[in-house]
């Protein structure tokens, strides 16, 4: 009678373990003998459909999730608050000449001031 009730014991740990298996890991249905019946291939076929199903729903969540915090942190913290600046964009031969008139600007005006210079390379 113990022995019995230690191999029906086993017999379930063995079928859980697979099903997880088959429910985490889709392709581990190989697992199933080729000459199972057609209830255990039928239900390793739900279990890996239904895992895949689940899978795909968990990951979709996280990364939308992610995207959310990502663009959230973007938005917050990449907005740059600056005054007493001048933007220059793009460079052109007469650029030396216009920063140069921006300095001598910035010294009349108490020495203060910062100029960014955005160019494509």
């Known amino acids: 009678?113990?022995?019995?009730?230690?191999?029906?014991?086993?017999?379930i740990s063995s079928a859980v373990w697979l099903s997880w298996g088959m429910f985490i890991d889709p392709g581990t249905q190989t697992g199933v003998p080729w000459d199972a019946g057609d209830r255990e291939k039928t239900i390793a076929i739900v279990l890996s459909m239904l895992g895949f199903i689940f899978n795909l729903l968990f990951l979709g969540?996280?990364?939308?999730?992610m995207r959310t915090l990502l663009d959230r942190a973007f938005a917050r913290y990449s907005t740059i608050y600056a005054s007493d600046h001048v933007v220059i964009l793009g460079w052109t031969p007469k650029s030396l000449f216009l920063i140069n008139e921006l300095m001598g600007m910035f010294e009349d005006n108490g020495g203060y001031g910062t100029i960014v210079i955005l160019v494509r390379l």
């Not at 009678?1 to 017999?11: E, M, V, W």
């Open 1 to 11: 009678d113990d022995g019995t009730l230690l191999d029906d014991r086993a017999r």
């Open 61 to 65: 969540v996280v990364v939308e999730n």
